[in-house]
């Protein structure tokens, strides 16, 4: 199965500001997710990122605040934009491929 | 959007005893996973079912799937303190989109 490298791994922000986080798969993957895992929380799909074109945005979820960018199939970033405390969460992406779904280690953010 | 339920939230054993976790789901599925996740970081995929199995086994893992009550178990047999982790099912409503939504999980502690 194809290996997802994600970072930062972690990240302490101070409210108000930005925040990319980026996923690089080894090998090619049809689709691209993201998630939001709140504490204690299970794991809620945020969009699917469409390579070149906009990312599909789940219901609650806005461009604006998570905009998303696939400019290949190994590659996606997530900002997470204008920051508040209540965004403080695990981010993971996901690739799906022939083998299945393969998850990146996570990034654990902290807004302050 | 979550898929459906997890029952219990919590669960605590000893080693060596068997630990049965239940799932719930709204919709019509193309397959149901279940994850591991320990520490609140990535998830580690542990078995596919899909819609026209019931059952399916693993190792030391043994899952059910009921279609017609739109449930899935995992039941993990001689567990070990190294199981202590939440488990999640999820679920492929179109293999379309691909999207996989996640149930809400289950804390499983495993004392030695």
């Known amino acids: 199965s194809a290996v997802i490298s994600q970072k930062p791994s972690r990240d302490i922000c101070q409210r108000g500001t930005s925040l990319t986080i980026q996923c690089q798969v080894d090998s090619q993957v049809t689709m691209m997710f993201w998630y939001r895992q709140q504490p204690g929380q299970s794991l809620t799909l945020i969009a699917t990122?469409?390579?070149?074109?906009?990312?599909?945005?789940e219901s609650g979820f806005v461009i604006d605040k998570f905009p998303i960018s696939r400019p290949n199939l190994t590659f996606s970033t997530l900002t997470v934009s204008n920051m508040s405390p209540e965004d403080s969460s695990i981010y993971l992406c996901?690739?799906?491929?022939?083998?299945?779904?393969?998850f990146g280690s996570g990034t654990r953010l902290t807004v302050v | 959007s979550q898929q459906g339920e997890e029952d219990p939230q919590a669960l605590s054993i000893q080693e060596g005893e068997n630990a049965t976790m239940n799932c719930s789901y709204k919709t019509s599925i193309n397959n149901l996973q279940w994850y591991r996740q320990n520490s609140g970081r990535g998830l580690v995929h542990l078995i596919l079912?899909?819609?026209?199995?019931r059952e399916k086994h693993s190792g030391r893992l043994r899952v059910t799937l009921d279609t017609s009550k739109k449930s899935s178990s995992l039941l993990i047999t001689a567990s070990r303190a190294a199981d202590t982790a939440s488990y999640f099912c999820?679920?492929?409503?179109?293999?379309?989109?691909?999207?996989?939504?996640f149930g809400q999980g289950t804390t499983l502690q495993v004392k030695p």
């Open positions: 999820a679920t492929v409503v179109s293999s379309n989109t691909g999207k996989l939504i």
């Open positions: 990122a469409n390579q070149g074109s906009e990312a599909t945005y």
């Open positions: 079912i899909r819609s026209n199995e």
């Open positions: 996901s690739g799906q491929g022939s083998y299945g779904y393969t």
